[in-house]
Structures are given as structure tokens and as C-alpha cells.
């Protein structure tokens, strides 16, 4: 089955500083997803991006399908930012059984 | 997108028993996905629900086990069987959108097994 990896798997910030993270998939994909799992275990849907660049807010995400790659950008980092990031993939349209990614776990520092 | 609930919200067990964790859409779809997250671990899909038919299980996880039904299009129940404390996890149901494959996934049910 495809493999999903991100780093890095921990990262410990101070409020306002960027983030950069990243999500390398073994095989190609058709869906791609970023999600943030807050300390309450809820995952809250970030970004569908299978390919191209999207942004919302403080948050951007691209991805690079023919690289096999996925990068999600964090900027002026709030405490509320911090929990576990997963990017999760599915290989075709119609298969939706998500593999999700090793996830990184981001700790910002008031 | 979709607004999924999930009962209970958490549980404590004992090992040898059995808890079912209700999951209800507030739309109808077809497929419903129950996830597993172990402590400190990634998601893994368990199962995939389908309305009428026998729920389709990953390697690794078995019907007796964590037998899944799916009365109607917008409600699933998982049942984790003869618990032991290695199901301690937070168990998590999603589905996809109505006009795209984005998922959406549930609060989750943490669960502790004593």
C-alpha cells in the first residue's frame, strides 16, 4: 500500500514564528488531505489538496502530485495552533479509504 | 460538509467486556469509515460501512472483533468485542462530502480499558 511520511515529527515554536511541514507519499495520488488534531483529539479539516496551492487565512498548503509531495505553511504561529498535524492520501477517485500520514506534532511557545 | 456525532464521547471498561459507539450523520451517505488512533499513533482504518451490505474489514482487524452495523444511510455503530487494555484508543467515524472526496470525521470516542 502507499506510504505517507512527514517531518518533521516534532517541532516547538515561539508564537509568531512560521512553520513550514511536510508530507512525501510513495505512490500518486487523486485526494490529499491536511488536518489538525486539536489536544481534544477532534481532527479539523485544513485543506483538500490533491494538487496545486490553496490558502486560508495564516494557513497555505501546496502540493506537487507529479513530486509526491505536500507542504503546509504555517504563519505568525498562535498557541491555538499547536496539536498534531496528519496529512492523509487515497490513491484513486472513488477509493476513499485515507492513509494517513506519521503526523507532526506542533508545540508554539506563548 | 458534514456534521458527524459520535456517543459516547468517552468510556472507561473493563477488560472482557464490550462498549458500541454510535455514529450519526446529519446527511445520508453511503459510506461510512470507522478509524482507529492508538496512543501517540496515526489514524488506521479499521472498517468501511456500507448501507446493506456487510461492513468491508482491513487487514488486521476481523468482524468478530469490532463488528460494525449499518441500519440506514446516516447512522453506523462499531462494537469493540472482549476488550482487553490494547483497545485503548480513540475510535473515530468519517465520511466524505456530498460534492467532493474531502472526508469528515467525527469527535471520536476515547477509550480507556482497565
Known amino acids: 500500500g502507499i506510504q505517507v511520511e512527514q517531518s518533521p515529527p516534532d517541532l516547538i515554536l515561539q508564537e509568531g514564528a512560521n512553520s513550514t511541514l511536510r508530507c512525501n507519499f510513495s ?15 477532534q481532527l479539523i479539516n485544513l485543506f483538500y489538496i490533491p494538487s496545486g496551492t490553496k490558502q486560508n487565512g495564516r494557513l497555505s498548503a501546496t502540493t506537487v502530485a507529479t513530486e509526491r509531495y505536500s507542504l503546509l505553511y504555517i504563519s505568525s ?25 506519521t503526523g507532526t506534532r506542533l508545540t508554539i511557545i506563548p | 460538509s458534514a456534521v458527524i456525532s459520535q456517543k459516547p464521547s468517552r468510556d472507561i ?8 459507539i454510535q455514529c450519526q450523520v446529519d446527511s445520508q451517505v453511503t459510506m461510512m469509515f470507522w478509524y482507529r488512533q492508538q496512543p501517540g499513533q496515526s489514524l488506521t482504518l479499521i472498517a468501511t460501512a456500507n448501507q446493506g451490505s456487510e461492513a468491508t474489514y482491513e487487514s488486521g482487524f476481523v468482524i468478530d472483533k469490532f463488528p460494525i452495523s449499518r441500519p440506514n444511510l446516516t447512522f453506523s455503530t462499531l462494537t469493540v468485542s472482549n476488550m482487553s487494555p490494547e483497545d485503548s484508543s480513540i475510535y473515530l467515524c468519517s465520511v466524505h462530502g456530498t460534492t467532493s472526496y474531502e472526508q469528515y470525521f467525527g469527535p471520536g470516542t476515547r477509550l480507556t480499558v482497565t
Open chain 1, 27 to 41: 505512490d500518486s495520488v487523486n485526494n490529499l488531505q491536511w488536518f489538525h488534531q486539536n489536544p481534544w483529539g
Open chain 2, 13 to 20: 471498561c473493563q477488560r472482557g467486556t464490550s462498549l458500541t
Open chain 1, 77 to 101: 504561529s498562535q498557541t491555538t495552533d499547536s496539536g498534531v498535524y496528519f496529512c492523509a492520501v487515497a490513491p484513486n477517485f472513488g477509493n476513499e479509504k485515507l492513509t494517513f500520514g
